[in-house]
T-cell receptor, first 112, second 113 residues
Framework: KNQVEQSPQSLIILEGKNCTLQ??????????LRWYKQDTGRGPVSLTI?????NTKSNGRYTATLDADTKQSSLHITASQLSDSASYIC???????????FGQGTTLQVKP | DGGITQSPKYLFRKEGQNVTLSCEQN?????MYWYRQDPGQGLRLIYY???????QKGDIAEGYSVSREKKESFPLTVTSAQKNPTAFYLC????????????FGPGTRLTVT
């Protein structure tokens, strides 16, 4: 069964600290892995898209990594800001359908 | 100002009534999608359309209907047959399927009582 699991479910950190969110997927055959940021009550916004041949991709203070062998991805946030408080969603796509499989998200709260 | 618009932001209906959610995009994208988001769950695909006048069912299409008469518009109707319609509905579009980025609208929160 194609699925995406994220951990932790929620996380609280202090402003200025770094954090790493984890994602495990079992989508096969695999095409690409995406990370989205979703503010409360808003639509998701894309942070990164990585194909199976890419190991890492950055978008400002956000760095995503991908290990296609172990089917794991992580999103590292550097020097967190209050505006980073949001839900972060990991999404895997299968190469035979192009269909997106969404994780349940990790809710990050950054406190001053 | 390009992007995807959804209206209204909040929608309230009585049980047994059909309701139509609007989704418009001016990005000239061929593909459009409707997702449903419930607390603690990942987004689930309701319907998608790769081209005008064509659409396919997603994972949870029962109780929903769509149309794609124009490239810019992809309205979703939540019918009375949908057993649990209260949810956050998100529309998205992309240039095509597969590795292309999907751009999401701001969402419509539907409450049925």
């Amino acid at each position: 069964k194609n699925q995406v699991e994220q951990s932790p479910q929620s996380l609280i950190i202090l402003e200025g600290k770094n954090c790493t969110l984890q994602c495990n997927y079992t989508v096969s055959p695999f095409s690409n892995l995406r990370w989205y940021k979703q503010d409360t009550g808003r639509g998701p916004v894309s942070l990164t898209i990585m194909t199976f041949s890419e190991n890492t991709k950055s978008n400002g203070r956000y760095t995503a990594t991908l290990d296609a062998d172990t089917k794991q991805s992580s999103l590292h946030i550097t020097a967190s800001q209050l505006s980073d408080s949001a839900s972060y969603i990991c999404v895997a796509s299968g190469s035979n359908t192009g269909k997106l499989i969404f994780g349940q998200g990790t809710t990050l709260q950054v406190k001053p | 100002d390009g992007g995807i618009t959804q209206s209204p932001k909040y929608l309230f209906r009585k049980e047994g009534q059909n309701v139509t959610l609007s989704c418009e995009q001016n990005l000239n994208h061929d593909a459009m999608y409707w997702y449903r988001q419930d607390p603690g769950q990942g987004l689930r695909l309701i319907y998608y359309s790769q081209i005008v006048n064509d659409f396919q069912k997603g994972d949870i299409a029962e109780g929903y209907s769509v149309s794609r008469e124009k490239k810019e518009s992809f309205p979703l109707t939540v019918t009375s047959a949908q057993k649990n319609p209260t949810a956050f509905y998100l529309c998205a579009s992309s240039i095509g399927t597969d590795v292309y980025e999907q751009y999401f609208g701001p969402g419509t929160r539907l409450t049925v009582t």
